[in-house]
């Protein structure tokens, strides 16, 4: 059985020698629960297809489900996602924030995380100080899911050790975490489709 390691990171200046070790865990298949600018998610690197199966199980995900990238910034963005001018404006202008963008996948994506039949991804850039320097040291995105079980709300450590000590590798504590979700942003046709409103502002 999994037991948890719990991490206690500082969220404007995270301790590199801590964000070093869940860099390693992520590189040797690990899950991880972390805090964002809104909410706690899971993730693991990008090719964990035992991870990907792992959070999908956690969460009760069905294979339609939309996986996000958690990105670093949008310096890479055209190796995952295709996007033309004007979505490539609207993300440049309001990332990074509390939003996850679905757009179209590129071949660089592994199909297992894309949508089976729209072919779509999610991406998402966080404000939150702890993931830029995860993803900085780490230098890939995460696979990623916000972490939302039924029966349960995620505020603090305590709410996530609760639920998922024995499913996740390592859980890392910033102290209070609010669980708005994101705003969930659907470009992938071409037009711009509020899909979920949460934490980030819809007046774009």
Not at 17 to 34: M, P, S, T, W
Not at 88 to 94: A, D, E, Q, S
Request: glycine share 8%.
């Amino acid at each position: 059985m999994v037991v948890a390691q719990i991490l206690a990171i500082h969220p404007k200046n995270p301790q590199q020698r801590l964000i070093k070790q869940v860099v390693d865990e992520l590189n040797a298949g690990g899950v991880i629960a972390y805090p964002t600018d809104s909410g706690y998610a899971l993730g693991t690197a990008l090719g964990n297809k035992n991870g990907l199966e792992r959070i999908r199980h956690i969460r009760s995900l069905s294979k339609r489900h939309d996986f996000t990238l958690m990105m670093r910034d949008l310096s890479h963005i055209g190796e995952y996602a295709k996007l033309d001018n004007n979505a490539f404006r609207l993300l440049k202008k309001i990332l990074p924030g509390a939003y996850t963008f679905i757009l179209q996948g590129t071949r660089d994506v592994p199909k297992r995380l894309l949508h089976p039949k729209k072919k779509t991804i999610g991406l998402r850039v966080s404000t939150h100080g702890v993931v830029q320097a995860i993803l900085d040291a780490l230098d890939a995105p995460l696979m990623s899911v916000s972490l939302i079980l039924e029966g349960y709300d995620f505020y603090d450590i305590n709410d996530v050790r609760k639920a998922l000590e024995n499913q996740v590798d390592m859980i890392i504590d910033d102290g209070y975490c609010p669980p708005e979700p994101t705003t969930v942003i659907d470009l992938s046709s071409g037009s711009i489709e509020i899909i979920r409103q949460g934490a980030g502002d819809t007046n774009i």
